[in-house]
Nanobody, 123 residues
């Protein structure tokens, strides 16, 4: 299984970025997909997830209203649209996947991880 993130980079505060994660999962639509981030010296934290099939999204309070997670099951891809970026959004962003039911909001609930993509927000 491979999860490959792309779309990170350097952006000014208030700007936008769109992250993509291409997954080599045979039954992609049956997986819950998540985005996490990790800043230097901090633990990996939940950003957003989108559950299997119906695709209901969940967000961390810190990104609610600014970030949007979506998925394209035909392309085996999950996206994270990030708007109104803040300095504190600077981190390495990781895509993750887990099968099964429920709403996985913690890193331990995920089985597969991408290599991460750096997002840097400057003032």
């Amino acid at each position: 299984v491979q999860l490959v993130e792309s779309g990170g980079g350097l952006v000014q505060a208030g700007g936008s970025l769109r992250l993509s994660c291409a997954a080599s999962l045979r039954t992609f639509s049956s997986y819950n997909m998540g985005w996490f981030r990790q800043a230097p010296g901090k633990d990996r934290e939940f950003v957003a997830c989108i559950v299997q099939s119906g695709g209901r999204p969940y967000y961390a309070d810190s990104v609610k209203g600014r970030f949007t997670i979506s998925r394209d099951n035909a392309k085996n891809t999950v996206y994270l649209q990030m708007n109104s970026l803040k300095l504190e959004d600077t981190a390495v962003y990781y895509c993750s996947a887990t099968a099964g039911w429920g709403t996985p909001l913690t890193p331990n609930e995920y089985d597969y991880w991408g290599q991460g993509t750096q997002v840097t927000v400057s003032s």
